[in-house]
Nanobody, 118 residues
Framework: QVQLVESGGGLVQPGGSLRLSCAAS????????MAWYRQAPGKQRELVAA???????SYATSVKGRFTISRDNAKNTVALQMNSLKPEDTAVYYC????????????WGQGTQVTVSS
């Protein structure tokens, strides 16, 4: 059974930092590209950051320079370090895993709420 379990969300003031973590199980983690998406109320889900199985990263323009995605293949985890948070970063953040090895598959976590407010 595949599970992606996010943690680390919460309430933070503007300018603050949070670190999200996603623990994966039931997959060969090193063969998966990983990503973080977010969805704010009334808006479509959007890609925030991604990291390939070989460690290449990419970011949405809105978070570039503030957020950092990283992975630890030994621990089957992917993290999102979020600095200089803004109210517009408020959303539910989802962990996403995808592979094409032995056929295309993808999985979502259940999401974790991030609220940036004073």
């Amino acid at each position: 059974q595949v599970q992606l379990v996010e943690s680390g969300g919460g309430l933070v003031q503007p300018g603050g930092s949070l670190r999200l973590s996603c623990a994966a199980s039931g997959i060969i983690f090193s063969t998966y590209g990983m990503a973080w998406y977010r969805q704010a109320p009334g808006k479509q889900r959007e890609l925030v950051a991604a990291i390939t199985s070989t460690g290449s990263t990419s970011y949405a323009t809105s978070v570039k320079g503030r957020f950092t995605i990283s992975r630890d293949n030994a621990k089957n985890t992917v993290a999102l370090q979020m600095n200089s948070l803004k109210p517009e970063d408020t959303a539910v953040y989802y962990c996403f895993a995808a592979t094409v090895v032995s056929g295309p598959r993808n999985y979502w976590g259940q999401g974790t709420q991030v609220t940036v407010s004073s």
